[in-house]
Nanobody, 120 residues
Framework: QVQLVESGGGLVQPGGSLRLSCAAS????????MGWYRQAPGKQRELVAT???????NYAESVKDRFTISRDNAKNRAFLQMNSLKPEDTAVYYC??????????????WGQGTQVTVSS
């Protein structure tokens, strides 16, 4: 059974940082492309960042130069380092992955989401 479990969300002040982690189980992680997506209230879910199994990355324009996606295949984990956070980054962040996922295409597996709130 495939599971993706996010952690690391929370409340942070504008300009602060958070690091999200996604733990994968029940998968051959090194075969998966992984990604982070987010959904703010009243908005559609959107791509934040993706990383292929070979390490190629893609970012939404709104987070370039502030967010960094990475992965540790030995630990079956993906990460999203978020710096210089803005109130508009407030959303539920979802881990995503799958063997058919790509730089602009989500995979078939989703985590339950973790809330990120940026507010003073």
């Amino acid at each position: 059974q495939v599971q993706l479990v996010e952690s690391g969300g929370g409340l942070v002040q504008p300009g602060g940082s958070l690091r999200l982690s996604c733990a994968a189980s029940g998968v051959i992680f090194s075969f998966f492309s992984m990604g982070w997506y987010r959904q703010a209230p009243g908005k559609q879910r959107e791509l934040v960042a993706t990383i292929t199994n070979s390490g190629n990355t893609n970012y939404a324009e709104s987070v370039k130069d502030r967010f960094t996606i990475s992965r540790d295949n030995a630990k079956n984990r993906a990460f999203l380092q978020m710096n210089s956070l803005k109130p508009e980054d407030t959303a539920v962040y979802y881990c995503n992955g799958g063997p058919s996922a790509g730089l602009s295409k989500p995979g078939m597996y989703w985590g339950q989401g973790t809330q990120v709130t940026v507010s003073s």
